[in-house]
């Protein structure tokens, strides 16, 4: 990919490429700085959205709905040709901002962006191939004029080796035999998206390669500071970089949690506090929360031990869960872990809620929100009674909670050395 | 003492129980511990004597020890069998766990963390089940936690032949490994070299494709089945094993309708208030008027069953909560996590296990129905074959 300062030319080939791209190759097309960011930044805005839509736990209908006004709202130009390379453009340079997981950014953030990239894929694959009814029409044409009887398109399946569509192996929407999959002409999407994420993690993996190797130094002076404001302006702050709880005795964390700590972390402490020990999920989402190493966690917090947990890799590399993340979770037996507001039957969140003070009116307004699955809303909300403060921004990060509740409350941040955003 | 950032973590009570014994432990490591064999398996052929063998490849396997006071070695690495039951000998560890294949040497792995290409990541990994009985404890009325006995461990039998037939059957695996965990579970190895390769996303497929429980802790309904009929897998899981265990085995085995409080926890199941309520009723009254004849829970199955079934209920949803409740007490609870990334570690067949002395001996799949958890040999039994010198 060219990227030159002077107006845009539009290569002569794009206008013949297909209108969905598996973007195999960098484009040769010549970019305007300024566009260089600003689709970007729209293709943010897409795939914010899509993440925004999924951890609200939105049906597959409203999801496609969602997605398409999504793209023709940030991503539509005027020609189909000029949304074409906007759309190659703009996902070229949100690979250099995600390809990188070593500084700045966690290997988190590189997931949510294959996660978002592969979702957007597989809507837009839905709603851009053509209609299958009339394909199905057409197919059962050619099979006339060939003097085939005709089938009944519906019953089409493509073997292949399970692994190949492990995302239809994991919800069971395919019949599984001797190691193979057969998939339903239907489900053929999620064959192409499975490619599609592959290619693209393979593709980070280089690109962060050639990024620190040469492009980094190369466009210090121009693209550099752009790919490194986008990593930090629109997706809030990392709060990969925060400091441990220190020094903080248990007795404070206790007290903190009560003052301080959202629902979802109260819950997992006051279990810990309960049972002397947390399964994975809650150990995780609690350890990463209180930036707590996991030797650490073990030893002070929980007295029972499960060595199998080995990690192997930096354990700075981890970053406390987002909500979308907990939100997105999916507890089993015996875990604590996920979002109350999503994971609680409706009496626990009630006698949680209460235990937290949350009473009346506001009650009735969070479980408003429950129901209507706006859980990071409900949680606001909690907030917004406990602390009797507004929180404008919304509850996005449990750490976010715990430092506005902090701010909020004025006590002395300092000390505990946490999380100074 | 400080191993690789593990601070090692001080027993609270640091008695060492009956069944074991360090003394038994190292004659056992001495004369019977299949050090050969485990070094033959995880060689894979590549021994040196094949053609064309990767001589690299067991020494990039992680071994760990846990040693006598806790202390926890990660990242060990061994280039031979000698070498390996050397250090067992030597280290007599009172649990060995093993890790995945890493991309070089897990013991020189430093060296490579400068960067590079030669990044030390796992490449490697048998696909692994861990299944707990202490999962089970809220459908389980004989022992609860950590104990097992003949009325509950048969929750494991059908855990394995739920998921043996299914690796094999539906994923197309054969060679499997299922090995007693010692004390009150079972470890499932799948040692085919397709499982080996399988990258972290694909284990979480096949994990997920066992999963029906859908509840936490905080939530009565655990397992969700949705659709007008079942997936293939789980509807024979469900004729061929589950069914019959429940109403043969369990149903009286844990007396799952002898009080209100146990009926009470499955009626909970039903989503639909009247008809709960309505069984109820007829429960409770039975304890004064007639008292039904037969053992009360398989009458009270078999009424709730013609209750759910019965016309005045229509829908799919009633009958399917039969179904649901049969999976509750029956269907394998995986811990997950275990399954889904290549770096988790498993404890080593033919281990002992630290609290009850117990060997992690495996189970024939085939016959896993005969396997008794409290016939197992124990570290003093075995030991006591006078096998002297050392
Ligand atoms: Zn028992």
Known sequence: ?421 | MLIDGHEPVQQQVSTIPKGFNPDHLKVYYGKLFPHADIFKWMSYGNDGKHPGCDLSYFGRREFSFTLENDIYLRFQSFNSATELEHAIREKCPFKIDIGPVYSVDPAKRHAYAQGGDNVFTPMERELIFDIDMSDYDDVRYCCSGADVCLDCWPLMTVAIKVMDRALRDDFGFDHILWVYSGRRGVHCWVCDRRARRLTNEQRAAVADYFRVYKGSENNAKKVSLTGPVLHPFLARSYTDVLEVFFEKKLLCGQQLFSTQEKYEKILAIIPDESTAAELHDRWQGNRRSSIPKGDPNIVRWEQLKHTLQSGKHKGQGLRRCIEEIVFSYTYPRLDMEVSKHMNHLLKAPFCVHPKTGRVCVPIDPDHCEDFDPTAVPALSEVSSLKTVET
């Open chain 1, 1 to 421: 990919m060219e990227i030159v300062r002077s107006q845009r030319k539009t290569s002569d080939s794009a206008a013949a490429a297909p209108t969905i791209s598996l973007y195999r190759s960098a484009p040769n097309i010549e970019v305007r700085l300024d566009d260089f960011e600003l689709f970007a930044i729209d293709r943010l805005r897409v795939l914010k959205g899509i993440s925004d839509g999924l951890s609200r736990g939105k049906k597959p209908e409203e999801m496609e709905k969602l997605v398409s006004e999504l793209w023709r709202t940030n991503m539509r130009l005027q020609e189909q040709s000029e949304t074409m390379e906007k759309d190659v453009i703009s996902h070229f340079v949100l690979r250099l901002v995600y390809c990188r997981t070593f500084f700045v950014f966690s290997e988190d953030q590189r997931k949510w962006f294959l996660s978002m990239e592969t979702a957007l894929f597989r809507y837009r694959f839905r709603f851009e191939s053509p209609d299958s009814q009339n394909v199905k029409d057409k197919l059962n044409q050619v099979a006339r004029s060939i003097g085939q009887p005709v089938v009944n398109a519906d019953a089409i399946f493509f073997k292949v080796p399970f692994e190949e569509v492990a995302e239809l192996v994991s919800n069971r929407r395919v019949f599984l035999f001797k190691g193979y999959a057969y998939v339903a002409m239907n489900q053929v999407v999620s064959l192409v998206a499975t490619q599609f994420r592959s290619l693209l993690s393979k593709a980070l993996v280089l690109t962060n390669r050639k990024w620190t190797s040469t492009i980094r130094e190369q466009e210090k002076d121009r693209l550099t500071p752009i790919v490194e404001a986008l990593s930090t302006s629109y997706l809030g702050p990392d709060y990969s970089q925060a400091k441990e709880f220190g020094e903080v005795s248990l007795k404070d964390i206790e007290q903190l949690a009560n003052s301080s700590f959202p629902l979802c972390m109260r819950h997992l402490f006051e279990k810990l506090r309960e049972e002397h020990h947390l399964k994975h999920g809650g150990r995780m989402q609690l350890g990463l929360f209180l930036k707590v190493g996991s030797e650490r966690f073990d030893k002070e917090y929980a007295y029972s031990i499960r060595h199998n947990y080995g990690k192997e890799g930096k354990r700075t590399d981890y970053t406390p869960y987002s909500c979308q993340k907990i939100i997105s979770s999916t507890p089993g037996v015996g875990d604590h872990h996920g979002c109350p507001y999503r994971h609680f039957s409706e009496e626990n969140l009630r006698a949680a809620l209460g235990k937290m003070g949350v009473g009346g009116r506001t009650m009735d307004d969070v479980m408003d929100k429950v129901r209507n699955r706006h859980y990071q809303l409900a949680c606001t909300l909690t907030f917004e009674s406990i602390h009797a403060s507004s929180c404008d921004a919304g509850i996005n990060h449990p750490n976010q909670y715990f430092t506005d509740s902090q701010k909020v409350l004025k006590t002395k941040v300092t000390i505990f050395k946490l999380l100074d955003i």
